[in-house]
């Protein structure tokens, strides 16, 4: 049986939508990173909790709430906290959500989170945007029935993290003088950290930064078409990398100080956006 979760959950946004209003991004703000929804105009803010389909967090930093406005003359759609696979959601805990962006008639999905650094050069405060990703997480979001209505049962992962849109970002983050690096991000299940060895296999397999989420949305995002583009904010040496324990108050606290330069990039990224025109549909 289909889950019709999106397309309800997809009406009701609708039914509460500033008149002519079509957006162009989403937004998946991370641990820490809701600050930037509060910067958009003429705001109207969904709790998840009203939307079939999307997944009520339970983790501090992660507010649980649908925001749509403008930021920078771009018409976006921010969701404010996600949920994770270790919350006992399953690895579909985003699938339903990143759907009904896509019935939204959003062209990407710009994903943020906190993550730690396996690159003793990329410390706390940096930003890192993703060029792929390597999942550790127990399957995928798309093991059981497919749904046509959003895309074929195979589908490539080559392009995961849009090369063009990457190639905008980073040359908005130059333009800016924001230091940008680039690198590949491991999902870990959690939600306990890595242990130092676990993060010295991650290093071998080619990984530069480590989190808990991320894949969950962006899978489902390139089912269903979605181009992604994504940037980890790091806050901190991953586990064996530092003598300082790591701990979730760390997290958010560097994930604040990254957020400054993030919030930066992401309001120079969505001008150029906004100089781009929209395709057609």
Do not use: W
Request: glycine share 10%; aromatic share 8%; net charge neutral.
């Amino acid at each position: 049986m289909l889950n019709n979760s999106p397309f309800q959950a997809a009406a009701i946004v609708r039914s509460r939508m500033p008149a002519n209003f079509q957006p162009r991004v989403a937004l998946v703000l991370g641990s820490g990173l809701g600050v930037l929804a509060e910067q958009m105009q003429d705001a109207v803010a969904i709790g998840f909790d009203e939307l079939p389909g999307f997944p009520i967090s339970t983790v501090h930093g992660h507010a649980g709430q649908l925001v749509m406005g403008t930021l920078s003359g771009v018409q976006v759609v921010c969701l404010k906290g996600r949920g994770h696979f270790y919350e006992g959601y399953g690895m579909g805990v985003m699938t339903s959500a990143v759907r009904t962006l896509k019935l939204l008639g959003v062209e990407m999905l710009f994903v943020t989170n906190a993550a730690g650094s396996l690159r003793t050069e990329v410390d706390a405060g940096s930003l890192v945007v993703l060029n792929d990703h390597i999942n550790f997480l127990p399957g995928t979001p798309m093991i059981g029935p497919n749904d046509e209505r959003f895309g074929p049962r195979f589908f490539s992962m080559a392009n995961a993290y849009d090369a063009e849109l990457r190639k905008l970002l980073q040359a908005t983050a130059a333009d800016k003088s924001i230091t940008l690096h680039e690198g590949v991000y491991i999902a870990y299940p959690g939600p306990n950290f890595e242990t130092p060895a676990e993060i010295r296999a991650f290093g071998r397999l080619g990984a530069d930064v480590v989190g808990m989420s991320v894949v969950p949305e962006v899978v489902p995002a390139r089912h269903c078409g979605l181009k992604v583009v994504g940037v980890s904010v790091i806050t901190n040496l991953a586990e064996g990398l530092s003598p300082f324990p790591l701990s979730h108050e760390q997290t958010l606290k560097y994930a604040a100080i990254g957020a400054e330069s993030l919030i930066k990039l992401i309001l120079a990224f969505l001008e150029n956006v906004a100089k781009t025109p929209a395709p057609k549909a």
